[in-house]
Nanobody, 128 residues
Framework: QVQLVESGGGSVQSGGSLRLSCVVS????????MGWFRQAPGKEREGVAT???????SYADSVKGRFTISQDNIKNTLYLQMHSLRPEDTAMYYC??????????????????????WGNGTLVTVSS
């Protein structure tokens, strides 16, 4: 089994920063794309940022210029650096891994449908 474990969530004030981490462990897997997705109460899940095996990235318009996705293949860790946080960024953030190769943009727009493995999420709360 492949496990994804997120960490780094918390409560911050508007304008603050957080860095989320997602450690991947377990059986052999083929990571074609990884991404961060979020779901706020009463809303549908949305793609935040994705990165494919070539390092190509894709971001939701609402986070461009504020969030940065990166990965450390040696540490098997995915990151999401978040700056200038806004109350509307409040959500449960999930990392996910896909073994099927599609573009980072495709996976972002898919809202994660079809991603093979998911973490349990880490909560980000931004107060005004």
């Amino acid at each position: 089994q492949v496990q994804l474990v997120e960490s780094g969530g918390g409560s911050v004030q508007s304008g603050g920063s957080l860095r989320l981490s997602c450690v991947v462990s377990g059986d052999t897997y083929s990571s074609a794309c990884m991404g961060w997705f979020r779901q706020a109460p009463g809303k549908e899940r949305e793609g935040v940022a994705t990165i494919d095996s070539d390092g190509a990235t894709s971001y939701a318009d609402s986070v461009k210029g504020r969030f940065t996705i990166s990965q450390d293949n040696i540490k098997n860790t995915l990151y999401l650096q978040m700056h200038s946080l806004r109350p509307e960024d409040t959500a449960m953030y999930y990392c996910a891994l896909a073994e099927v190769r599609e573009s980072a943009r495709w996976w972002l727009l898919s809202r994660g449908a079809g991603m093979h493995y998911w973490g349990n999420g880490t909560l980000v709360t931004v107060s005004s």
